[in-house]
């Protein structure tokens, strides 16, 4: 799983310290108030951060955000890239484990 950050700030003077991380991700989270519950489905990832440190590597990770979040912008993608690179951290999260949750309460 990868991700970019500043170079310098908080974020990444943490992952420096420690990589460990959890990321949870959520999606259709709707509040049920007549049932008093929340509707939604979750991920949770648990594993290691490893900064991106060869720029081939890096430039690799960058183009699949890019495709990813942004495919409409393939046309400038790749030189904001070949221009951002050098200055933004690229992390790699090595994952230990996935796990899921949901609740489909229908209102």
Not at 25 to 30: L, Q, Y
């Amino acid at each position: 799983m990868y991700f970019h950050a500043a170079e310098a700030g908080l974020k990444t003077e943490l992952l420096r310290q420690n990589p460990r991380v959890c990321a949870l991700f959520v999606r259709e989270a709707s509040v049920i108030e007549q049932k008093l519950t929340t509707r939604y489905v979750s991920v949770l990832v648990r594993g290691t951060a490893r900064e991106i440190t060869d720029s081939a590597e890096k430039c690799r990770a960058l183009r699949l955000l890019c495709a990813k979040f942004a495919p409409s912008a393939a046309d400038h993608a790749e030189s904001t890239i070949q221009s951002a690179a050098a200055h933004t951290a690229v992390w790699c999260v090595e994952i230990d484990s996935i796990t899921g949750k949901a609740n489909p309460a229908q209102a």
